[in-house]
Every structure is written in structure tokens, then in C-alpha cells.
């Protein structure tokens, strides 16, 4: 009877701690308009059709031939420009995808609203850095 | 009325056992060969995979790592959960003394699984993707994969039956393993709606935690299955009904709930999930200071039931809990996993984990069930067994330590603020040592995988001397 009652414990702080992470936990605070938002979605949404994240992470998350696109927008030595380029003409591994100008526009409001959430991860790099 | 006939001494332990046959158990040799090919299939594509880390032109037209990694990872981890349904199978009517609940389902469930992975294999294959980790196929397959085990969990729940009170401690790990396959899956794609797939934050974190749990959920059922085996070697039943066994059980059950927090470290989550991230996390040194407490007793063990392939098995997967968990310990705690995360160090604990232990687990289960149901065959090949056990484990420390070097090399270069393509060349050497290891594991593991199909499709000569449909077990045999 004591087990039961330990897994039941477990198992509804588990519940109650999951809804803690799916609201307040990771809430934040980035105020977008509607044709921001659908841009992003569209993004996002080909990042997923194309399975990027076999070779990029996005904190972290995913595979680790290529470069974590994070911060790869705000990246001094990375940014927009390089973004485009690489999106349409692949590079030594990264595969040319020749997306048109609608698409990569998409990703690229894609990695830069990511860019814009990562305030965990700027201070932090720059400290280590300098 | 029940047939049952001693055999002559078991040639591993040293004891006579009986040799039941129940009318499932072809059901869960199939599981089993399903389960090797996988693996077999799954290590290809890692070797590929790691090629193309050496080679950037190579299959860089049809099968890209966009394709390669989700094929390997995908049939790895199929690896891990179908051997573990077929060793479910083998022992449930054993444990429960009778009959499996709905032996038509276990093969529903076989040839479920089957077309699903089929369809997998092949939505990869023509570049369809969901793109999310670990669930690469496109989103509606995750429905298949739910339907495909519910007859495992009805033949589950329906077949165990348990009374808690007296229940040992692996009944607990398998049911957790189950309902939390289940719960997590579906929290894995819970992306579907917006509220979740507008908030990068929300999106990543509930990811993390979805993913994280799911492999505890994994776990919990190769866990049960070593639990259960080691209580059968040893013969004593004692073990799992212990409060120390259900102290640690707990242990690990809070740790799937809550321990998958410290991959979120760098996530800009609300500062309190990474504090419990890493409480809960460094509640796994008590699990690693029993470990060290028990080593004097399990290189004795080791030495004593060396000759019984399952038993080694099992000590090299001691091994490696301990290392790995000992990583996980480091890699949990937040200034060292700021330089660990996102680097081939967490490849390196991830691979480590689910090669050292869960593969080693796995195989100790199934070469354990085919002791008793093939142990002529069994017999004839174990100095191929021992090898091929040897040039994984051996092959292992490299594959190991080059992902962690290669993982150091990532660091550093990220301190001396270096060009990825600078980082990657820095990293050949150790790419080169990972790929070459790699070959060496896929060789160690074919020669079981090899085995495994060989002795599971090999007719031992079995006399039946009494067929009672009526009866547990169906029939007795001779060597
Ligand atoms: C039993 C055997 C194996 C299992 C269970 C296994 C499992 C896994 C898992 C779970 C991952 C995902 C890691 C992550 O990113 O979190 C992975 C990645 C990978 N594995 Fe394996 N693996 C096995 C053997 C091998 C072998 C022999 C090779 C060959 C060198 C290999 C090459 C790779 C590669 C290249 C990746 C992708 C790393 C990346 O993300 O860039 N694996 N494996």
C-alpha cells in the first residue's frame, strides 16, 4: 500500500510540475504581430519538412555535423548574409537546397526570432569570450 | 495436466532446470530476430553516418546525414524497445504461471510493428520528414507507433495481473516503462498546437522533457528485464522484493519524471526548472555510491559466473552504468554543462549509454532465453559469443573517448572563438577513430546479431512427448 501511495505522490507532483512547464515555466515575454507570426510558423515549419536539425541544433537539440543556429543570426561572424548564401547554395557538407527568396525569407524570420529568445545564451558567451 | 521434464545439468550453471515451452514463445523469438535486424540495419547507417563526418562529399547526393542520422537513430532505439517486448513476452507466462493473455495480439503487435517501421524506413528514404529529434518521420506515424503497442500493453496488464503486495520490484519498472512510453509520446507532440509551437522556449523545453523521460520510460523496461534476470541466475527471490530495491526504484522513477531538466540548462526557462534540474540530478549520486558499494561484491560475482554468457554480459554493462553515470553526474551540473552541451560529449553519454548498457542488457536477455530453449546450439557457438562480446566492448572505449575528445576539441575551439570549419578539422583526428571504433562495433555486434539469427532459426531437435492444449506448457523436450 505505501508503494502505491509513493507512485501516486510521484506521479501527480509529475502532473502538476508538467503544467508549471507548459505555462509559467516557459513563458515569454516577445510580443510578435500576426504576419510576423505566420512568417516564423512558415519558417519553422520547413526547418521541420527539411529535417535541419539532423545536422543543426537549436539549443542544443538535434544533430552535430553542422553549426548550432542559435545565436547564428546575431553571430558577428555568421548573420544574415551568410545565412541566405548557405540557404540557397549549400556549402562544403550543408546541401544546396536552392530555396526561393519566399522560403528562405521565412527561415530566416525563423533563426532570427529564435536569435531574439536566446538572452540566456548571449551574456553568457560574450563573458566567457572576453 | 502439466509435462515437464528435467534436463541433464545446465551446462552454465551447473544445476538441472526444466524446460518450459509455452505457445508464445515463438512469438517472442520473432520479437528478438526483429529486434537483431533492426540493430544489424541501424548500425549500417551509423557507420555511413560517421563516414560522412570524414568524408563531407560521401552519399552527399541521396543518402545525406539528413537521412542517415534519423535511419540510424530511428532503428537504434527500435532496437532497444523490441528486444525488450520480446524478452516481455518470453517471461510474462513464466512469471505468471500461465498462459499469455492474447497470444493472437502478440503477433498483431509483430506485424504492426513491422509495417510501421516499414513505413518509416521508407518515408526517410524519400526525404519525408516531421523533423523533430528522435521522431524524424513525419507526425502522423507517431500515431502507428501508439496504436502498434497496444496489444503489447493489453498482453501486458492482462497477463501480469499483479498483487502489488507481494509484486517484485521489475513488475513496477515494466508498468512505469509502458504507461510512460505512452504518456511521453504524446507529450512529444503536443508541438501541434500553437501554444506550444509559437514559444521557441516552450517548444524546446517541453521537447527535452518529453525526449528525456521517454528514453527513462525505455529504461525502466531494460532495467525490469536485467533485474528480473539477474534474480533467476542468482536464484534468489529475496533480492527484488527488498526496500532497498524499491528505495532505488523510486529513485529512478523521479529521475525519468524530473531528471531531464539539465539538458535545458542554456533553454531561457524560468530559473527555477534548471534548480530543480540539478537537484534532482545529483540525487543520482546515490545511486552511483551504491554502485561503488557494491563493487567488491560484483567482481566477485563476475568471477564466479564468468563462464555464463548472460552474467558477463551484464558485469560489462556494470561497467559502463558506471562510467556513464558517472559523466551524467559531471555533465549535470550547470558551469561544467555550459561548456558540454551542444558538443559531442553529450553524443558520447548518449551512445555510451545505449550501447554499454542497454544493448549489453538486452543481449544478456536474449542469449538467456535462448540458453534454455536452444542450449545445444547455444553451447556449440558461445567462444564466438565471448569474441564478439570482447571486440564491442573493446571497440567501445575508443568509439567513447573519441566523441569525448572530439567534444573537448568543440569546447575549445568555441572559447578561442573559432570558425565551425576550423572546429571540424581540429576534430578529424578523433572523427577518424570514432568512424574506424565504429566499424569495430558494428563488427563485435554482428557476430551476436549473426548468432542470435542463426540459433533462433535453428530447429533444436525436440521430441514432443505430450501435446495437452489445455496445459501451461505445451510439451517437453530431450537434448
Ligand atoms: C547499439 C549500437 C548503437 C546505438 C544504440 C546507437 C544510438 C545512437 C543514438 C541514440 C544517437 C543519437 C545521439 C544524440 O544526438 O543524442 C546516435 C547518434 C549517432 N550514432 Fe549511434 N548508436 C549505435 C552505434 C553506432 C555506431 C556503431 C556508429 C558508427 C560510427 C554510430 C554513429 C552515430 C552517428 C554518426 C550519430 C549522429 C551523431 C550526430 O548527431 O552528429 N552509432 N546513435
Redesign the interface.
Known amino acids: 500500500m505505501t508503494k502505491i501511495i509513493i507512485a501516486c505522490f510521484l506521479f501527480i507532483s509529475f502532473v502538476v510540475y508538467s503544467g508549471f512547464i507548459y505555462t509559467r515555466g516557459t513563458a515569454n515575454n516577445i510580443k510578435l504581430s500576426g504576419s510576423e507570426q505566420k512568417m516564423i510558423a512558415h519558417g519553422k515549419q520547413i526547418y521541420q519538412q527539411y529535417n535541419c536539425q539532423a545536422c543543426h541544433q537549436i539549443y542544443g537539440l538535434g544533430g552535430y555535423l553542422g553549426p548550432d543556429l542559435t545565436t547564428a543570426w546575431s553571430d558577428p561572424q555568421r548573420g544574415k548574409y551568410l545565412i541566405k548564401a548557405m540557404l540557397i547554395s549549400g556549402g562544403n557538407r550543408m546541401p544546396a537546397f536552392q530555396f526561393n527568396n519566399e522560403q528562405t525569407e521565412a527561415i530566416i524570420a525563423y533563426l532570427k526570432y529564435v536569435d531574439t529568445t536566446a538572452t540566456s545564451l548571449k551574456p553568457r558567451i560574450r563573458q566567457e569570450l572576453h | 495436466m502439466l509435462t515437464q521434464q528435467q534436463l541433464p545439468l545446465s551446462p552454465e550453471l551447473g544445476k538441472s532446470y526444466i524446460k518450459q515451452c509455452y505457445n508464445s514463445d515463438k512469438a517472442a523469438l520473432a520479437f528478438i530476430a526483429m529486434a537483431v535486424s533492426y540493430l544489424l540495419l541501424g548500425l549500417t547507417f551509423g557507420v555511413l553516418g560517421s563516414l560522412?563526418?570524414l568524408l563531407?562529399k560521401f552519399l552527399?547526393n541521396y543518402l545525406?546525414?539528413?537521412?542517415t542520422?534519423?535511419l540510424h537513430v530511428y532503428l537504434a532505439i527500435s532496437w532497444i524497445f523490441t528486444a525488450a517486448q520480446g524478452g516481455l513476452y518470453y517471461y510474462l507466462p513464466r512469471l505468471s504461471n500461465r498462459k499469455l493473455f492474447w497470444l493472437q495480439g502478440a503477433w498483431i503487435h509483430f506485424a504492426l510493428q513491422l509495417l510501421t517501421s516499414l513505413a518509416i524506413i521508407t518515408a526517410f528514404f524519400m526525404g519525408y520528414?516531421?523533423?523533430?529529434?528522435y521522431l524524424?518521420f513525419p507526425p502522423f506515424m507517431g500515431i502507428f507507433i501508439a496504436i502498434s503497442w497496444l496489444p503489447f500493453a493489453i498482453n501486458f496488464f492482462g497477463t501480469i495481473s499483479p498483487q502489488?503486495?507481494t509484486a517484485p520490484v521489475y513488475y513496477?519498472s515494466w508498468t512505469i516503462g509502458i504507461v510512460f512510453f505512452y504518456i511521453t509520446l504524446s507529450?512529444s507532440y503536443?508541438w501541434v498546437f500553437d501554444?506550444?509551437?509559437?514559444?521557441?522556449?516552450?517548444d524546446?523545453?517541453?521537447?527535452?522533457?518529453a525526449l528525456g523521460s521517454m528514453v527513462g520510460s525505455w529504461n525502466m523496461l531494460v532495467y525490469g528485464t536485467s533485474l528480473y534476470i539477474m534474480e533467476q541466475l542468482k536464484g534468489d527471490k529475496k533480492i527484488s522484493r527488498s526496500p532497498i530495491a524499491?528505495f532505488f526504484f523510486?529513485l529512478g522513477?523521479?529521475n525519468l519524471?524530473?531528471n531531464w531538466g539539465h539538458?535545458?540548462y542554456?533553454?531561457?526557462?524560468?530559473p527555477?526548472?534548471k534548480t530543480?534540474a540539478y537537484v534532482i540530478s545529483m540525487t543520482e549520486l546515490l545511486i552511483f555510491g551504491q554502485i561503488l558499494f557494491q563493487f567488491r561484491k560484483t567482481i566477485s560475482n563476475t568471477l564466479k559466473y564468468y563462464y555464463s554468457i548472460p552474467f558477463r554480459l551484464l558485469s560489462f554493462a556494470d561497467i559502463w552504468i558506471f562510467l556513464n553515470l558517472g559523466a551524467a553526474i559531471a555533465i549535470s551540473i550547470p558551469a561544467i554543462n555550459?561548456y558540454t552541451?551542444?558538443?559531442?560529449i553529450?553524443?558520447a553519454h548518449a551512445m555510451g549509454t545505449t550501447i554499454g548498457i542497454n544493448t549489453m542488457l538486452l543481449f544478456a536477455s536474449i542469449f538467456y532465453i535462448l540458453q534454455q530453449q536452444k542450449p545445444g546450439a547455444l553451447n556449440q557457438k558461445s567462444s564466438w559469443i565471448g569474441k564478439g562480446v570482447l571486440i564491442t566492448n573493446i571497440s567501445l572505449i575508443l568509439f567513447w573517448t573519441s566523441l569525448i575528445g572530439s567534444g573537448l576539441v568543440k569546447i575549445s575551439a568555441?572559447?578561442e572563438?573559432k570558425?565551425?570549419?576550423v572546429m571540424m578539422k581540429n576534430c578529424e583526428p578523433f572523427f577518424k577513430i570514432f568512424a574506424i571504433s565504429g566499424i569495430g562495433i558494428l563488427i563485435g555486434l554482428a557476430i551476436l546479431i549473426v548468432t542470435v539469427l542463426a540459433l533462433v532459426f535453428k530447429k533444436e531437435h525436440n521430441l514432443p512427448l505430450h501435446i495437452d492444449s489445455n496445459s501451461l506448457v505445451e510439451m517437453e523436450t530431450e537434448l
Open positions: 560522412q563526418y563531407p552527399n545525406t546525414f539528413q537521412k542520422r534519423p520528414f516531421g523533423g523533430r529529434e524524424e502489488f503486495k513496477f507529450e503536443l501554444h506550444f509551437n509559437n514559444n521557441v522556449t516552450r524546446i523545453t517541453v521537447q527535452w522533457k524499491f523510486f522513477f523521479t519524471m524530473f539538458h535545458t542554456i533553454v531561457p526557462a524560468a527555477w526548472v530543480v555550459f552541451h551542444g558538443t559531442h553529450t553524443v568555441r572559447l572563438n570558425a565551425f570549419a
